[in-house]
Nanobody, 125 residues
Framework: QLQASGGGLVQAGGSLRLSCAAS????????MGWFRQAPGKEREFVAA????????FYTRSVKGRFTISKDNARNTVYLQMNDLKPEDTAVYYC????????????????????WGQGTLVTVSS
């Protein structure tokens, strides 16, 4: 079970940190991802991290602004979002897959077996 939190309302240029807590211990084989879905749009990949080697992947639009990280002791994945833009407004979902994915697979939502409930991020201009 995944529990996402940390969303809210922020002005453009501001920051938020999302958290995704896993109820079970994450195996070293897992890949954890963040996706987002804006109103009227399809769900899109944001970032992912492989538990075993901490390798990270980002979609181009968030590179340099967002950072994904993990806390092994807390079984938690974070998404630090800086310099937020109105186009970042969306419901953000965390997801987990019990395998160490390569980037091309990590970017596909259908690859993930487990999903959190989503947390809303609203960025005002």
């Amino acid at each position: 079970q995944l529990q996402a939190s940390g969303g809210g309302l922020v002005q453009a240029g501001g920051s938020l940190r999302l958290s995704c807590a896993a109820s079970a211990r994450a195996s070293n084989r897992y890949t954890m991802g963040w996706f987002r879905q804006a109103p009227g749009k399809e769900r899109e990949f944001v970032a992912a991290i492989r538990w075993a080697d901490s390798n990270t992947f980002y979609t181009r639009s968030v590179k340099g602004r967002f950072t994904i990280s993990k806390d092994n002791a807390r079984n938690t994945v974070y998404l630090q979002m800086n310099d937020l833009k109105p186009e970042d407004t969306a419901v953000y979902y965390c997801a987990a897959d019990p395998s160490a994915l390569i980037m091309s697979s990590a970017m596909m939502s259908r690859q993930y077996d487990y999903w959190g409930q989503g947390t809303l991020v609203t960025v005002s201009s």
